[in-house]
Structures are given as structure tokens and as C-alpha cells.
């Protein structure tokens, strides 16, 4: 099975297959779907546009069109409020081309089994390898392997919000 933290569960996967030829028609792409439960059950679809720069007007252009499909397909059973959002400047990073596309900026990465005793680890995304993500961290470049991600999104730091991309390292990797 391909990498993909876009849905994680059952539900979640099944929304994604739904939506994500939809959202391609019009234009957009799936970045995550979430099922979240707590007082009041939310479906959340974050989308950004093929290309960049989505707006409100599209959230709730989205918002509209798949509320009606997921009706039809009632794959969440119990009463649930949609929210369709961009992946905003923390993005998660969810599909394997996203450590690719954002490499050269400050990314949190958890994994699911401690590696030298650390689950948690934060660097400039140095691109991807095989079936690695490859992670510069003080000054050495590290592999972590796309099976063991839990999580991994970018971190806002001044670099992403002015738009500086941290260079490609020339660094040793190191297998972690």
C-alpha cells in the first residue's frame, strides 16, 4: 500500500475516495480528511487549489458540492457538521509528494516506534529518498522511513512566513 496520511481510518478513507475525483474536477486537491467526535461530530476536508492560493469563496464553493454527495453516499451515519479549510502555513504533509514540494522548510515529524528512543523530530525537510523522508536535524541529515510517520506537518517559523527556503543540504544521510 502506497504512503498516504491523507485518511487514517476506515471512514476517513472511504470520505477520501468519494471526494477526491470531485475535488479534481473542480480544480482542487485533498490534502486530509478528519473525522473529529467530541460535543458535536465534524467531518474535516482541507483542500488547496492545483497551483496554489485557495480562498473562502472556494471552501464554500467545495463545502456546498460535497455536502450533497456525502448525503447521497451517507457514509457518516451519525449527524455531523462538514468544514472545508486550506491546509493553511502549518500545513499537515500527508502524501509522499509533499516532502518533495516543501523541501527546504522547517518541518515537526512524529513517528509511530521510538528510534533511539525519540518518537518526535524537527528539521528542514531535505526531500525524499526511496521510501524515506529525509530530514536534516543540528547539522546531519536523517532517513525516516514514510511506514513509521504518524504525523508531520511544516512549522510556521519567520523562513515560512517570508517565504525563505532553507537550501538543499550537501550533508551526509544517515540511515535512522
Known amino acids: 500500500m502506497p504512503f ?20 479534481v474536477k473542480l480544480g482542487f486537491e485533498l490534502v486530509r480528511v478528519r473525522l473529529f467526535a467530541n460535543t458535536s461530530t465534524t467531518l474535516q476536508i482541507m483542500v488547496d487549489k492545483l497551483g496554489g492560493g485557495i480562498h473562502i469563496n472556494d471552501c464554500a464553493e467545495i463545502s456546498n458540492t460535497l455536502r450533497l454527495i456525502l448525503e447521497v ?5 451519525e449527524n455531523y457538521v462538514t468544514e472545508v479549510s486550506s491546509p493553511g502555513l502549518d500545513r499537515p504533509l500527508t502524501r509522499r509528494k509533499d516532502f518533495s514540494d516543501f523541501e527546504g522548510w522547517e518541518a515537526k515529524i512524529e513517528i509511530f516506534q521510538p528510534v533511539d528512543g525519540r518518537r518526535r523530530f524537527r528539521g528542514v525537510l531535505a526531500g525524499i529518498e ?3 523522508v529525509l530530514l536534516t536535524v543540528s547539522e ?7 511506514d513509521w510517520l504518524s504525523d508531520a506537518k511544516l512549522v510556521i517559523t519567520e523562513d515560512l512566513l517570508t517565504g ?3 537550501g538543499k543540504t550537501d550533508g551526509e544521510t544517515r540511515k535512522v
Do not use: F, Y
Open 164 to 166: 525563505r527556503r532553507k
Open 73 to 77: 453516499e451517507k457514509v457518516v451515519l
Open 140 to 146: 546531519e541529515t536523517i532517513g525516516l522511513k514514510l
Open 4 to 23: 498516504d496520511l491523507v485518511a487514517k481510518s476506515p471512514v476517513e478513507r472511504r470520505v477520501a475516495q468519494i471526494v477526491e475525483p470531485v475535488l
Open 130 to 132: 526511496n521510501d524515506e
